[in-house]
């Protein structure tokens, strides 16, 4: 019997006969791999640099840290099977990871489609980098029908230039659901028009790979803050990217080049965190079921996003029975007054740290209008739910009651 992915995060890809009988798989803080013989070292760069494929019984060696290192390869062979997918590329952090397997696809009069809701750092490498370097750049504002979004296209003139489709799911800061299943049948739709095949990706940081697959549903490219989840310490930035192998190649090629591959040291925290990855996904989101309600009933607070919450209306709802397995451990919530409102609440927190970033094992609440989205333009924001009352909350493993305690106590400040 194959073993379940949990157990396998415990030894994948490492032998601790390898190292002096070492349970936990050392780190290989070097830059540099001896080789045995010069012919073994050209072998290596041939295989390396595509000029040759590995022979049957052949196995690829260890060449220079920027190319591969163990602690890259075992962390990449369990962020492959936690995601199902055929391969992963891991990198220094999300936005290389991102910016990385954008660049490795998309060139100057190419066509990207993407939603209307991302990551900031995400949302300014595409409207201020890509569209420089002349990527034309379409965004998606509903994505409901793809035959709307098809005449949409034809009108833009851009239908033989799509070359991927980018989505986040649920969008930061918001929640809001993107239906991939609808984004595959674009991208047939759009296939039959292009000249290469369009590329979807979507980053899965809120979800994945716990409580949402993009891979089963068809998607080529699943993009990851690995500071986030998966590794859930708020003590590393990193980030990842998985696919089939033929998607990843030009990922992992243009890595070589751009540099942005994940430290030795830096992979192997995230390798550690991993053996927990499941553990921590289920108590926070429990929390955060508990909060979530706690929340949409308090007097203070006017609307509350939580993917499976009613008030997130048939067609959300309908998406997140579909693809999600879980709603996951992020709210985010109106308070009533506006920026003041917000800043009040925030100020009163004890328990809940006031940072930026998510899905660590402590709380953090932050202010999205203010701090992660402050360089998207404001009738943006607005007209995406980004208010000026909207707190984010990334929910943690404290105890519920004490973290229901300090945010009742900070509400009665609002
Ligand atoms: C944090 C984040 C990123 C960027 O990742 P870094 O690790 O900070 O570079 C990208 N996407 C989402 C959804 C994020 O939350």
Not at 27 to 32: E, M
Not at 233 to 255: F, Q, Y
Not at 292 to 316: D, I, N
């Amino acid at each position: 019997m194959e073993k379940h992915k949990e157990s396998m995060m415990m030894s994948l890809g490492y032998n601790p006969e390898w190292s002096e009988g070492s349970v936990k798989p050392p780190i290989f803080q070097t830059s540099t791999f001896g080789f045995k013989t010069a012919e073994e070292g050209k072998r290596f760069f041939e295989i390396a640099y595509g000029k040759s494929q590995l022979g049957p019984d052949e196995q690829m060696g260890l060449i220079y840290s920027r190319l591969n290192n163990p602690n890259m390869q075992i962390l990449e062979e369990r962020l492959a099977v936690l995601e199902g997918s055929e391969d992963a590329a891991a990198f220094e952090s999300g936005m290389s990871a991102i910016s990385t397997a954008m660049l490795a696809y998309l060139k100057p009069n190419d066509v990207l489609l993407i939603s209307d809701q991302v990551y900031g750092g995400t949302h300014h490498f595409v409207h201020h980098f890509l569209k420089d370097i002349g990527v034309e750049v379409v965004v998606l504002s509903a994505i409901d029908d793809v035959d709307t979004i098809m005449t949409q296209l034809k009108e833009k003139n851009c239908v033989e230039r799509v070359r991927m489709i980018y989505t986040e799911t649920p969008a930061n800061p918001t929640g809001k659901l993107i239906d991939l299943a609808l984004l595959e049948q674009l991208k047939s739709t759009l296939n039959e028009h292009t000249a290469q095949p369009v590329i979807s990706a979507v980053d899965n940081t809120y979800l994945g790979p716990i409580w949402q697959n993009p891979i089963e549903l068809g998607t080529d490219l699943v993009c990851y803050s690995a500071t986030k989840f998966l590794n859930g310490h708020s003590d590393v930035i990193a980030g990842a990217v998985m696919g089939s192998k033929e998607h990843i190649a030009p990922v992992k090629g243009l890595r070589t080049f751009l540099g942005g591959m994940i430290a030795p040291y830096t992979a192997w925290l995230l390798t550690r965190s991993l053996e927990t990855l499941h553990v921590r996904m289920d108590y926070q989101t429990k929390n955060a079921a508990q909060i979530a309600k706690f929340l949409e009933g308090h007097e203070k607070v006017t609307r509350v996003y939580f993917p499976g919450l009613p008030s997130m209306g048939t067609r959300q709802n309908a998406i997140y029975n579909n693809q999600c397995k879980a709603p996951g451990a992020m709210i985010s919530f109106v308070v009533q007054g506006d920026e003041e409102g917000a800043f009040r609440f925030l100020n009163a927190l004890k328990l809940v740290k006031l940072a930026v970033s998510l899905g660590s094992n402590e709380s953090l609440a932050q202010h999205p209008f203010s701090m992660t989205h402050a360089n998207v333009p404001d009738d943006e924001k607005l007209s995406t739910g980004v208010a000026l009352g909207l707190v984010r909350l990334s929910v943690g493993i404290e105890h519920v009651e004490d973290l229901i305690d300090d945010l009742s106590r900070a509400l009665e400040q609002v």
